[in-house]
């Protein structure tokens, strides 16, 4: 099966501070994603990856940046954490971008509050 | 108006009934559809997957696709407690480098 593993199930950070949510997945995918998810809003894709060391925007990149230096490894950073950042945010991985074999595979989630 | 609209619920059933949830879209293009489950506080997982028009069975869930009338939906048959959880539907065209656009997602309790 695929294992996709976050860091941290649930943090707590103050307002300012760079935070950092990192995922792992186990199956070789070439594609990597982060989403957020919000009560009323459904999940919304932040970043996502093709390959090691590329990124491109998702729908809501204002605030974040990515890192992947590994293929199994995609790294979400808040520069500098807000309160409108308070989320659950996951991550997910797949072996196709879209069309056959795009199914995506999460993570359990990351719980992010923003004091 | 959003690519895939989910009616959000909640959707409140006795255990043992049949469940039935839906999603519509917009964008012709889409050919990959998939339902999702995820349990409070929980990671969605995959729970069916199919391509173009016609029917999938997986057990106790069917899958239905109509493209036709750019309409999905997820069957349950003989609910369960344990099937309390909010279901996404996601979609995806043939080709292009972009993730999969999601439904909303429609939260169900099943009653014991």
């Known amino acids: 099966d695929v294992k996709v593993t976050q860091s941290s199930r649930y943090l707590v950070k103050r307002t300012g501070e760079k935070v950092f949510l990192e995922c792992v997945q186990d199956m070789d995918h070439e594609n990597m994603f982060w989403y957020r998810q919000d009560p009323g809003l459904g999940l919304r894709l932040i970043y996502f990856s093709y390959d090691v060391k590329m990124k491109e925007k998702g729908d809501i990149p204002e605030g974040y940046s990515v890192s992947r230096e590994k293929k199994e490894r995609f790294s979400l950073i808040l520069e500098s954490a807000s309160t409108n950042q308070t989320s659950m945010y996951l991550c997910a991985s797949s072996f196709a971008a879209g069309g056959p074999g795009g199914e995506l595979f999460f993570g359990e989630g990351s719980r992010l509050t923003v004091l | 108006q959003k690519e895939v609209e989910q009616d959000p619920g909640p959707l409140s059933v006795p255990e043992g009934a049949i469940v039935s949830l839906n999603c519509t879209y917009s964008?012709?293009?889409?050919?990959?559809f998939m339902w999702y489950r995820q349990y409070s506080r929980k990671g969605p997982e995959l729970l069916m997957y199919?391509?173009?028009?016609g029917n999938k069975e997986d057990g106790r869930f069917t899958a239905q696709v109509d493209k036709s009338s750019k309409y999905i939906s997820l069957f349950i048959r003989d609910s369960q407690p344990s099937d309390s959880a909010t279901y996404l539907c996601?979609?995806?065209?043939?080709?292009?480098?972009?993730?999969?656009?999601f439904g909303s997602g429609t939260r169900l309790q099943v009653q014991p």
């Open positions: 996601a979609m995806s065209g043939d080709t292009g480098r972009r993730a999969l656009t």
């Open positions: 964008n012709s293009a889409f050919q990959y």
């Open positions: 199919t391509y173009s028009s």
